[in-house]
T-cell receptor, first 114, second 118 residues
Framework: GNSVTQMEGPVTLSEEAFLTINCTYTATGYPSLFWYVQYPGEGLQLLLKATKADDKGSNKGFEATYRKETTSFHLEKGSVQVSDSAVYFC?????????????FGTGTRLTVIP | GAGVSQSPRYKVAKRGQDVALRCDPI?????LFWYQQALGQGPEFLTYFQNEAQLDKSGLPSDRFFAERPEGSVSTLKIQRTQQEDSAVYLCASSPGTSGSQGVYEQYFGPGTRLTVT
């Protein structure tokens, strides 16, 4: 089946620190991979995505590389800001099996302190 | 432009009551999804519509849950005889196309309806 295992939080970092949030997956087919972010008081927003092996998704200084050999899609940012404080969800969509829905991890809460 | 909207934002129901949750997707979006998010968890898929057709309802947890999208736009998720375990945030998402071998479409999420069953 399809599932996502995500690093548990919460994670607290100082401003300008390096961030890694680990994400691994299992999938029936060949999934597309996503990171969604939920800022306080707001809805889920797509942060970045990758649709095939070795693709790198990037946005707002965040990056994640689709690693088929390790079934991973770790999120990284070189220098976090207070405004990055949010809950981050790793997700997959196994569209090749005909399913359009997303499978989410449990989320990782990030707090960045000045 | 307008995003996905959901109403009500908060709903308190007594156990055994029926509730109806509304989703207004982005205009013209073909695909519509409902997810359930329990406290401290990631969203879990409930059901999927392509226009007015409900193509996947495999995530609905029981026959007390029912969803419709009669004109291919607004959707309603109905929960009959609510139970305490139904307490969660219900998220609606819409997407402009149908993901497949031709590409993957982003899902745009609404703010959710927080349902509390007492």
């Amino acid at each position: 089946g399809n599932s996502v295992t995500q690093m548990e939080g919460p994670v607290t970092l100082s401003e300008e620190a390096f961030l890694t949030i680990n994400c691994t997956y299992t999938a029936t087919g060949y999934p597309s991979l996503f990171w969604y972010v939920q800022y306080p008081g707001e809805g889920l927003q797509l942060l970045l995505k990758a649709t095939k092996a070795d693709d790198k998704g990037s946005n707002k200084g965040f990056e994640a590389t689709y690693r088929k050999e390790t079934t991973s899609f770790h999120l990284e940012k070189g220098s976090v800001q207070v405004s990055d404080s949010a809950v981050y969800f790793c997700a997959l969509s196994d569209t090749q099996t005909g399913a359009n829905n997303l499978f989410f991890g449990t989320g990782t809460r990030l707090t960045v302190i000045p | 432009g307008a995003g996905v909207s959901q109403s009500p934002r908060y709903k308190v129901a007594k156990r055994g009551q029926d509730v109806a949750l509304r989703c207004d997707p982005i205009s013209g979006h073909v695909s519509l999804f409902w997810y359930q998010q329990a406290l401290g968890q990631g969203p879990e898929f409930l059901t999927y519509f392509q226009n007015e057709a409900q193509l996947d309802k495999s995530g609905l947890p029981s026959d007390r849950f029912f969803a419709e999208r009669p004109e291919g736009s607004v959707s309603t998720l109905k929960i009959q005889r609510t139970q305490q375990e139904d307490s969660a945030v219900y998220l609606c998402a819409s997407s402009p196309g149908t993901s497949g071998s031709q590409g993957v479409y982003e899902q745009y999420f609404g703010p959710g309806t927080r349902l509390t069953v007492t």
